[in-house]
């Protein structure tokens, strides 16, 4: 069973940065493509930023040039930069992975929350 598991969450000031980390059970390149989401309760998840197995990055346009994802083949592992980090950043932030970039996704993470104060 394929699993993928964040990391890295926490609480910060708004300003400050955090690095969320994801852990794939499996070689990354089983997928086209792994993501990170977001979700605020009641809401809908949201792509935050995305990177395909070849390396070309997509992002949101609330996160563009604060937030940077990358990934590690060898080590199966996708990381979330989070930079200049905002209260509206508050959430629940998703590792995902996905066949078919991006409308839908195969594998989602459980999820690890980020909280930013003002």
């Known amino acids: 069973q394929v699993q993928l598991m964040e990391s890295g969450g926490g609480s910060v000031q708004a300003g400050g940065s955090l690095r969320l980390s994801c852990a794939v059970s499996?070689?990354?390149?089983?997928?086209?493509?792994m993501g990170w989401y977001r979700q605020d309760p009641g809401k809908p998840r949201d792509l935050v930023a995305g990177?395909?197995?070849?390396?070309?990055?997509t992002y949101a346009d609330f996160v563009k040039g604060r937030f940077t994802i990358s990934r590690d083949n060898a080590k199966n592992m996708v990381y979330l930069q989070m930079n200049s980090l905002k209260p509206e950043d508050t959430a629940v932030y998703y590792c995902?992975?996905?066949?078919?970039?991006?409308?839908?996704?195969?594998?989602w993470g459980q999820g690890t929350q980020v909280t930013v104060s003002s």
């Open positions: 995902a992975a996905t066949t078919m970039p991006w409308r839908t996704v195969d594998y």
């Open positions: 499996i070689s990354i390149f089983s997928f086209k493509a």
């Open positions: 990177i395909t197995s070849i390396g070309d990055t």
